[in-house]
């Protein structure tokens, strides 16, 4: 089924649609698809679960360059141990993204993730269609530069508690010139990888590094100094 996603004239800049308007995307296509369902986005599953993203990978094909009608086609596309992995391929007439998710159900009373067999939720028919190659984290220690330091406030926090997934890209995008921005234009694929929760009154730094040919942004929670999020952008 396809679905027309909404965007806000405020997600565009001077380049096109902003650096966090690409994961926004993908996220209202989400919404529009499970929103019917018993399981949809930022719905608390039997008041207890809820659907947390670990990593996304967004390559852009034909990037949005103005605001005007997208649609989007998505589908549930697998399972690996507790990761529950999605497709989306986002397009009109100019623009085409594609990409994929890995999310896991956490229980909202422990934080820990859900392993049961059973699942507390009807199963999604599952497609077996790959549109990307996608991992669940990103490892690699490399130099970093620090560019910014923050706080988490009200309006950074979703109705499960902790720092939205949208926001991460955000901080990124609130860090860096007006130059680097349109350097950044010239990149195709959005990696992203939430590491660790993040909750209100959390101090942050963003640094800024480079990996052979890729850029890597990490967000680092300074409250108990684990890395919260990392952002690798590069050309494939």
Known sequence: MKYSIYLNI???????LKLYGYPKLYSNLAFEHLKETDQGVGVLIQDRYAWVLISMKLKINKPLLVHEDIFGTT???GQRGPYYRREVDIFNDNAQIQGASYSILMDIKDRSVYRSKELPFNRLTEKITHLVELNTNFKNDLEVEDI???KVLNSDID???HVNHLKY?????NSITQEEIEKLKNYNTLELYFQKEMVLGDEYKVSKGYLD???VFIIT???NNKRAFTLVLSNE
Request: proline content about 0%.
């Open 75 to 77: 589908w549930y596309s």
């Open 221 to 223: 929670n300074k409250t």
């Open 213 to 215: 040919e890729k850029v």
């Open 169 to 173: 890209v955000e901080y990124i995008y």
């Open 10 to 16: 405020n997600d565009f800049d001077k380049h096109g």
């Open 148 to 150: 910014f330091s923050g």
């Open 159 to 161: 109705i499960l508690g």
